[in-house]
T-cell receptor, first 114, second 109 residues
Framework: NAGVTQTPKFQVLKTGQSMTLQCAQD?????MSWYRQDPGMGLRLIHYSVGAGITDQGEVPNGYNVSRSTTEDFPLRLLSAAPSQTSVYFC?????????????FGEGSRLTVL | TQLLEQSPQFLSIQEGENLTVYCNSS?????LQWYRQEPGEGPVLLVTVVTGGEVKKLKRLTFQFGDARKDSSLHITAAQPGDTGLYLC?????????FGAGTILRVKS
């Protein structure tokens, strides 16, 4: 039972470097999302997708890009990393974000930007 | 200002004690979810409450949705070290699930 798989689990970057956080789910969920978690601030939504080919911005989208070419994959790209992007990133999926929708989370990717 | 305000931010108690944590808002919601997150893992859904005044029980955890559907509480009876974690409430807001900042619970044995 893979569920939501995130890679890498840990990453250290230098300011200005780029990288992609990978997220894959095997539950055939239409809805996928990326959150970042910082101490005292809970989970903040970065980007989300309601289906292949459709993406939209969340609460804190600046500095991040996403694409959704397949139902299974939803990568998050940092084009030019900044220390403010040091955080733990969670990918989550749901059959639907509707009334009874449950988000299934990956185990997280801890990113440090020096 | 955050859509959801959770209190307290941090709670440290002894095994066997009872506790209540709160999730408050000035907005009305059609439903509210509670998640628990253990260190190094992603959040896991505990319960969804839908009806104003609804009470749901999950073993020693009791969840209540306010009559006006603006707030919710989570009560834990006889807390155990295994209850340690971050408790998050969340509501649907458009096509998004918005979370509160959470309550960190530490239960000492």
């Amino acid at each position: 039972n893979a569920g939501v798989t995130q890679t890498p689990k840990f990453q250290v970057l230098k300011t200005g470097q780029s990288m992609t956080l990978q997220c894959a789910q095997d539950m055939n969920h239409e809805y996928m999302s990326w959150y970042r978690q910082d101490p005292g601030m809970g989970l903040r939504l970065i980007h989300y997708s309601v289906g292949a080919g459709i993406t939209d911005q969340g609460e804190v989208p600046n500095g991040y890009n996403v694409s959704r070419s397949t139902t299974e994959d939803f990568p998050l790209r940092l084009l030019s990393a900044a220390p403010s992007q040091t955080s733990v990133y969670f990918c989550a999926s749901s059959p639907s974000p509707g009334l009874t929708g449950e988000l299934f989370f990956g185990e997280g990717s801890r990113l440090t930007v020096l | 200002t955050q859509l959801l305000e959770q209190s307290p931010q941090f709670l440290s108690i002894q095994e066997g004690e009872n506790l209540t944590v709160y999730c408050n808002s000035s907005s009305v919601f059609s439903s509210l979810q509670w998640y628990r997150q253990e260190p190094g893992e992603g959040p896991v859904l505990l319960v969804t409450v839908v009806t104003g005044g609804e009470v749901k029980k999950l073993k020693r955890l009791t969840f209540q949705f306010g009559d006006a559907r603006k707030d919710s509480s989570l009560h834990i009876t006889a807390a155990q070290p295994g209850d340690t974690g971050l408790y998050l409430c969340a509501v649907e807001y458009g096509n998004k699930l918005v979370f509160g900042a959470g309550t960190i619970l530490r239960v000492k044995s």
